[in-house]
C-alpha cells in the first residue's frame, strides 16, 4: 500500500465518523432552516462577505449562495468569481483545495470555509512528498496537475487544469511535442490521453465518488429509460464513459443538458449537480447513474461525503470562528500562483 492510499483510507474513515455523528446530531426543520438563513444573510453583509458554492454542495447552499449575490459553479469558475469579486471576505463552500485556490488568487482577501475538514480523495490521495519523487523521477516531463490538489502540489506543477479545460491544455501540449505527468485522477487522464494522443504519465488517483458508477448499472438503467441521454462526467471508469452520449465537466454537462433533444437524462455525477440541472432544464427528467452493483463499495451514493461537511449551522457561524480561515504560505503560494493564472488565461482565450 502506498503513502498516499494509507492516508486515503484514513480519512474515508475519519469522514465516515463526521457524518454519521452529524447525521446523529443535526436534524434540520424548516423553522431552523430559515432561522439560519436569515442569521447567514445577515452575517454576509456585516462583514461585507460572499458565498462561492460548488455545484456539489447542498441544494440549500447553492440557493443561498444565489440569492444573496454569490456563486454557485464548477472549480473554474469558483476561482474567476473569487479573483474577480470586489467583497473583501470569500466563504468558500467546497473543498479544501478550493478554498486555497481562492486564497492564492486573493492573498489580500479573508477566506473562510464551513469546515477545513472537507478534503478530497483526489487531493488527499496526492501528498506532495510522494508527488515530488514521482517528478523527480521524470525530469523531461511537463507536470499538469488536476484543480483537484493541495497548493503545494499546484506549486511543483507547470500547468493546473479542470476538467472543462483538460482536453485543451493536453492537445496544445501534444502539439508542442511535450510529453508530461497527470495528476492526480487516473480516469480523467486516461480519458484525455485517448481523445488526444498526448504523451502521458498517470498518477494513480481517483475520486470516490465517480470511481463507483458502474457501467452495467448504466445499462441496466437504459432499459428502464431507453430514450435517455447519458451524461458522464470523465473522472468515471473507461466503460462507464464508453456508454456516454455526452462528455464533459459539470458545467458542460449542464450545457449538454439545455441542448439535447432528449427528455429523459442518466447522469453519471454527483448527484448534487441535479439543483442546477432542474433549474436549467426544468421540463427534463434527471436520474442518477447507479453506484450499486458487483465491487461497490462507495457509501455517498453519488455524493460527495467531504462536500456534505458543507450545511447551514457551520455556514451560520463561519463568519464568527477563528478555526476555519483559510492560509498558504507566502513560498508556496507564490509558486502555486503562476499555474493558476496560466489555467485561467488558457481558459480565457478557448473562450474566444
Given at each position: 500500500m502506498t503513502i498516499a492510499q494509507e492516508k486515503l483510507n484514513q480519512i474515508r474513515e475519519q469522514v465516515k465518523s463526521y457524518l454519521d455523528h452529524r447525521s446523529a446530531s443535526r436534524a434540520l426543520t424548516a423553522a431552523r432552516q430559515e432561522v439560519l438563513e436569515a442569521r447567514i444573510r445577515r452575517k454576509l453583509k456585516e462583514h461585507d462577505a460572499v458565498i462561492v458554492a460548488h455545484y456539489y454542495t447542498s441544494p440549500e447552499i447553492q440557493a443561498l449562495?444565489?440569492?444573496?449575490?454569490g456563486c454557485v459553479s464548477d472549480s473554474l469558475e469558483m476561482a474567476r468569481f473569487g479573483r474577480d469579486h470586489l467583497a473583501r471576505t470569500l466563504v468558500v463552500a467546497g473543498v479544501r483545495?478550493?478554498?486555497?485556490?481562492?486564497?492564492?488568487?486573493?492573498?489580500?482577501?479573508?477566506?473562510?470555509?464551513?469546515t477545513l475538514e472537507a478534503t478530497c480523495s483526489l487531493d488527499d490521495g496526492c501528498p506532495i512528498e510522494e508527488f515530488n519523487r514521482f517528478c523527480d523521477a521524470h525530469p523531461e516531463r511537463e507536470v499538469v496537475v488536476y484543480a483537484n490538489t493541495s497548493a503545494a502540489v499546484k506549486a511543483r506543477a507547470d500547468w493546473v487544469v479542470t476538467s472543462s479545460i483538460a482536453l485543451d491544455v493536453a492537445e496544445y501540449l501534444a502539439e508542442h511535442d511535450k510529453p508530461f505527468i497527470w495528476a492526480p485522477d487516473k480516469h480523467l487522464?486516461?480519458?484525455?490521453?485517448?481523445?488526444?494522443?498526448?504523451?502521458?504519465?498517470?498518477?494513480?488517483?481517483?475520486?470516490?465518488?465517480?470511481?463507483?458508477?458502474?457501467?452495467?448499472?448504466?445499462?441496466?438503467?437504459?432499459?428502464?429509460?431507453?430514450?435517455?441521454a447519458v451524461l458522464v462526467h470523465p473522472e468515471s471508469p473507461q466503460d462507464v464513459i464508453e456508454l456516454a452520449d455526452y462528455i464533459g465537466s459539470t458545467t458542460q454537462i449542464i450545457n449538454a443538458a439545455q441542448k439535447l433533444p432528449n427528455m429523459t437524462f442518466i447522469v453519471a455525477t454527483d448527484q448534487g449537480i441535479f439543483y442546477k440541472l432542474q433549474q436549467a432544464a426544468p421540463e427534463k427528467k434527471f436520474v442518477i447513474a447507479p453506484t450499486a452493483g458487483h465491487g461497490a463499495t462507495c457509501r455517498s451514493c453519488a455524493n460527495c461525503p467531504w462536500m456534505a461537511m458543507n450545511d447551514l449551522e457551520s455556514?451560520?457561524?463561519v463568519l464568527d470562528r477563528d478555526d476555519n480561515e483559510i492560509l498558504v504560505a507566502e513560498s508556496v503560494s507564490k509558486r502555486a500562483l503562476r499555474p493558476l493564472n496560466r489555467m485561467l488565461s488558457f481558459a480565457a482565450e478557448i473562450r474566444t
Open positions: 449562495a444565489e440569492s444573496t449575490g483545495f478550493m478554498g486555497e485556490t481562492a486564497k492564492i488568487l486573493t492573498p489580500g482577501k479573508r477566506v473562510l470555509m464551513p487522464g486516461e480519458y484525455v490521453r485517448r481523445q488526444t494522443g498526448a504523451d502521458i504519465l498517470l498518477w494513480d488517483g481517483a475520486c470516490v465518488v465517480h470511481e463507483e458508477f458502474k457501467a452495467m448499472g448504466v445499462r441496466n438503467l437504459k432499459h428502464v429509460y431507453p430514450e435517455a455556514l451560520a457561524t
